[in-house]
């Protein structure tokens, strides 16, 4: 059984970082793991994604040159690090696992999320 279970999530002023963590569990890893992120009356948006096999890593647009992904293998665990955050950054992120193919950016290629973790920046 699959289970992704995020953490790290609070409340930072605007400029800080934080560290948001994924612990993956099951069989196998799959192809690569995502973080999307969804603030209230939005739609869900892609943060970024990292494959397993080679930490290959894409990024969305409004995130480029502040969030980082990367792996930890050993552990099966996927962080997101977030610096010089802002209010627009607020919302609850996710992480997900593709284990085919597909765009990306594209929510419904993944096959596993977790329940999320919230992150709020404050002004």
């Known amino acids: 059984q699959v289970r992704l279970v995020e953490s790290g999530g609070g409340l930072v002023q605007a400029g800080g970082s934080l560290r948001l963590s994924c612990v993956a569990s099951g069989r196998t890893r799959g192809r690569q793991m995502a973080w999307f992120r969804q603030a209230p009356g939005k739609q869900r948006e892609f943060v970024g994604a990292?494959?397993?096999?080679?930490?290959?890593?894409t990024y969305g647009d409004s995130v480029k040159g502040r969030f980082t992904i990367a792996t930890d293998n050993a552990k099966n665990t996927v962080y997101l690090q977030m610096y010089a955050l802002k209010p627009e950054d607020t919302g609850v992120y996710s992480c997900?696992?593709?284990?085919?193919?597909?765009?990306?950016?594209?929510?419904?290629?993944?096959?596993?999320w977790g329940q999320g973790t919230q992150v709020t920046v404050s002004s």
């Open positions: 990292i494959r397993w096999h080679d930490r290959w890593t």
């Open positions: 997900a696992r593709k284990d085919g193919l597909g765009a990306d950016h594209v929510a419904h290629t993944y096959d596993f």
